[in-house]
């Protein structure tokens, strides 16, 4: 006999949210963009990292600790695996699930009154509701919350209470449901018109003290009745705010339609038609609530992208701002640099003046001057350094065909220091004018060789070129060709 397929599991590689089908992966994706379109399929046993504290899960030990580093609170974990994780999820459906079914199983009329209306949590109004079934009314769920409001657990949804519930007769929880459901005829005419007054099925509802109390506020009769049965006689509030929120309704000033006849009593079936009509009732109940729940599902899962999405910008978002307010930080850290630099060189240009009774000379002029004074080597170094910042980035290929060009002057002059054409440079030559002349720091290097320049050409002011000085001249320039 053949093995049963295993079930499939994919986990994000972004998020580390496990899939167990192909469309959810899909939605997932759909959701959040291609990023988030990445999946791996695991399978059960493959081993995950649990925090004790919050419960989240690390997929690589690497993870773990970056968690461990955030959050300070993620201090215990247990090794376990990804079947823990579905189990562990199939737990929480489970019972998300069941607490709907027990919302579903009381009087939807009455739990939207007391939850909306009355303002109660929903878990109470519904186990009020559950407790005091057997009366039926509003006034009973109230005093039912008013007697347990401080018992501990009060909103919260014990097993013994779901177990004696969801294990409860679907016929039962139908009927209650629908207990108080009143439905108009549909085929009778609306002969309804403004000064009817309501029906009288419909004043017999309605509380007889609340109604005096509302039309001494000056509202008619019939809008008071109908605000009274409407809102189930809450209260005079609830009753004043549904004339409020209804005052401009085109049927305001029309009676209510009066409720249908009840329908006369059925003959007493048998034990059997009973039964069978009870399985019936409950098969359709359960068709009913799997495609509620499966609805529920879907909304649910809608929700959680939403809000996945939601936090996923909130947190782009942060980024941002973080990196906007880093880049101001460094903008005024600059700017209380430069304001620095400023008052320093102010200070330095006061006490030249105070000490030599004239202006400093330009900076540049100081800093050309200070070099000059240097040794020829010095020099070469100087320029080159400077030739290699200027045009390492804007213009590289030049830079190399410059520093190329000279290292061959050098190394005639290294090799033939006798030679006259080697001791000349014309200036006007188209190699010496596109390699040499556009490059600001290459003349002063020729100049430092001990090149001066004439009206046409440089020309070698020494008879004997030298030679040591050349040589460095070239192992300089192959250090930085090097580089390059």
């Not at 397929?5 to 496990?18: F, H, V």
């Not at 070698?460 to 030298?466: I, L, N, T």
Request: charged share 40%; aromatic share 6%.
């Amino acid at each position: 006999m053949a093995s049963a397929e295993k079930p499939m599991i994919l986990k994000c590689s972004k998020t580390g949210r496990l899939f167990f089908t192909a469309a959810e992966a899909q939605d997932h994706a759909e959701a959040f963009g291609a990023a988030y379109a990445n999946f791996d399929e695991v399978s059960a046993d493959t081993k995950v990292w649990v925090c004790v504290e919050t419960g989240r899960p690390a997929y690589t030990e690497a993870d773990m600790q970056r968690i461990k580093q955030r959050d300070p609170d993620s201090k215990t974990w247990e090794e376990k695996t990804v079947q823990f994780l579905v189990e562990r999820q199939k737990a929480k459906d489970a019972i998300s699930s069941r607490k709907d079914k027990f919302l579903d199983s009381v009087n939807q009329k009455k739990l939207e009154t007391l939850a909306t209306v009355k303002g109660f949590n929903r878990v109470i109004a519904a186990k009020a509701l559950h407790f005091t079934k057997d009366k039926g009314t509003l006034e009973a769920a109230e005093a039912w919350i008013s007697e347990h409001k401080d018992d501990a657990g009060v909103d919260k949804l014990s097993d013994e209470i779901l177990e004696e519930v969801l294990g409860a007769s679907a016929d039962v929880v139908m009927a209650d449901a629908s207990a108080d459901v009143v439905m108009a005829d549909a085929e009778a005419p609306d002969d309804r018109k403004v000064g009817d007054p309501n029906p009288q099925e419909i004043k017999d509802k309605v509380n007889k003290d609340l109604l005096k109390e509302v039309m001494e506020m000056g509202f008619s009769e019939l809008r008071a009745e109908k605000a009274l049965f409407k809102t189930d006689n809450a209260g005079l509030e609830h009753a004043i705010n549904w004339l409020a929120e209804h005052e401009n309704d085109e049927d305001i000033d029309l009676p209510l339609k009066k409720p249908a006849p009840e329908a006369p009593p059925k003959p007493k079936m048998s034990k059997e038609e009973a039964e069978a009509k009870a399985l019936e009732l409950q098969k359709k109940l359960r068709q009913k609530r799997a495609e509620e729940e499966k609805l529920s599902e879907k909304e649910k899962e809608r929700m959680r992208i939403e809000s996945t999405k939601m936090m996923v910008e909130a947190n782009e978002k942060l980024k941002e701002e973080e990196r906007k307010r880093a880049i101001e930080q460094m903008k005024r850290e600059k700017e209380a640099h430069e304001k620095h630099r400023a008052q320093l060189k102010e200070q330095m240009r006061l006490d030249y003046i105070e000490r030599f009774g004239k202006e400093p000379p330009p900076e540049e002029d100081a800093v050309e001057q200070s070099i000059k004074e240097k040794s020829a080597k010095d020099q070469v170094a100087h320029y080159l350094g400077k030739l290699k910042k200027t045009y390492r980035d804007s213009d590289k290929e030049g830079l190399k065909t410059c520093l190329s060009t000279i290292r061959v002057y050098a190394k005639n002059l290294q090799e033939n220091p006798q030679d006259p054409k080697f001791k000349k440079l014309k200036l006007e030559n188209k190699a010496f004018q596109s390699r040499i002349a556009p490059y600001d720091g290459a003349i002063d290097i020729l100049e430092a060789l001990g090149f001066d320049k004439k009206e046409d050409c440089l020309e070698q002011r020494k008879s004997v070129p030298d030679g040591w000085l050349c040589g460095n001249t070239i192992k300089f320039i192959d250090v930085i060709l090097g580089q390059l």
